[in-house]
């Protein structure tokens, strides 16, 4: 246990290391892999050319490992590196509470559901950890604040959004997903806010 412990507290206080990075890299390429798949019904009765804003999960994680990957090589770009982890939470976020609304509409607890949570949980998680160590600056976050909210108009403007898992889910998705776009940009506003200090210094990003 003391050794678990130690190894925890060393991935939440510094997840940059090859030693936790690797594995990452390797789960969520394998995630990736099982999540396209999932998907592919869906993308296949979607327009090729919209393809890009259809698998929200797969594509985050996608985006993690490449992240990470980048890292390994040298020195990570903290745009690319931002959109991959906020996507993380996001999409992690995102399902839970859609599978979780899904089981008190009386969905039954199935393996699939319940794995699913799991790993969507994983999925915010690691993109939290490594988030907080981050410092973008304005530009970074606007952009990304953007980017998230292009992918929620083309989820629920031009209906792209993942198959739900029951009827009657489409006003919480929309709900849940402009919600948590507000409230992750919110926190990269104020994570900047507090690490520059009050007098605003500049952060670079």
């Known amino acids: 246990m003391v050794q678990v412990y130690r190894l925890w507290r060393d991935f939440w206080h510094n997840p940059w ?27 296949a009765r979607t327009p090729y050319y919209f393809w890009p804003f259809v698998p929200d999960s797969p594509l985050s994680t996608t985006l993690f490992a490449l992240a990470l990957l980048l890292s390994l090589a040298g020195p990570g770009r903290l745009l690319f590196q931002t959109v991959a982890l906020t996507a993380s939470i996001k999409y992690g976020i995102w399902a839970m509470v859609m599978i979780s609304h899904y089981w008190l509409m009386g969905g039954p607890l199935e393996f699939t559901e319940g794995m699913l949570w799991v790993s969507h949980l994983g999925m915010a998680l690691q993109g939290f950890i490594y988030l907080k160590t981050l410092q973008p600056g304005r530009g970074v976050i606007l952009f990304t604040a953007c980017w998230m909210t292009i ?43 507090f690490k520059a200090g009050p007098a605003g210094s500049e952060v670079a990003g």
Do not use: C, K
């Open 17 to 43: 290391q090859g030693r936790f990075m690797v594995p990452l890299v390797i789960i969520n390429a394998a995630g990736s892999a099982y999540g396209f798949y999932w998907y592919h019904e869906q993308l």
């Open 151 to 193: 992918n929620d108009l083309m989820d629920y403007g031009l209906n792209l959004h993942p198959d739900l898992f029951a009827p009657g889910q489409r006003g919480l998705a929309l709900v849940t997903a402009a919600g948590l776009t507000l409230t992750i940009t919110a926190g990269l506003a104020l994570g900047r806010w």
